[in-house]
């Protein structure tokens, strides 16, 4: 197995092509990929995330020596995940829309298996949100002020 490099974030971000080359061997492949995005998620700002998540994937997989759909397997996909400099959400996001893709793949035959279904992120947990919350007092006054 090739030694998997972890190049830094503005190393890979220059690499980063503008078609998941990974993910188009073939036409009928290439037709089932695109449709993930253009039939499976309908925000505009999701789909454009999770393209550049699969995108910057595929770039690593391809400097990784990782050439083929088959080849990829969950060490992988854990190796990419591991080494991302993100926020914890944004990793998560990455993972999710690898997983989505792979899962959407399977369904599609194309793949047998999902290599990043198995695959842990990080855990984020959110213990205070960002929304203030009015105290009983609080709320009484601006009422009483209306």
Known sequence: MNRLAAPTQNALATRIQTQPTLFLPDAATAERFMGFF???????????????????????????????????????????????????????QHLAAIRMVFDWLVVGNVMTSNPAHSVRGPRYVVTKGRTPILEHDEARTLLRDR
């Open 38 to 92: 253009a039939a499976h998620i309908r925000n505009p700002n999701t789909r454009r995330a999770y393209y550049r998540a699969i995108c910057a994937f595929s770039t690593w997989c391809e400097v990784n020596g990782i050439h083929t759909l088959t080849d990829v397997r969950p060490l992988h996909v854990a190796a990419y995940i591991e080494q991302l400099a993100f926020a914890k959400p944004t990793i998560k």
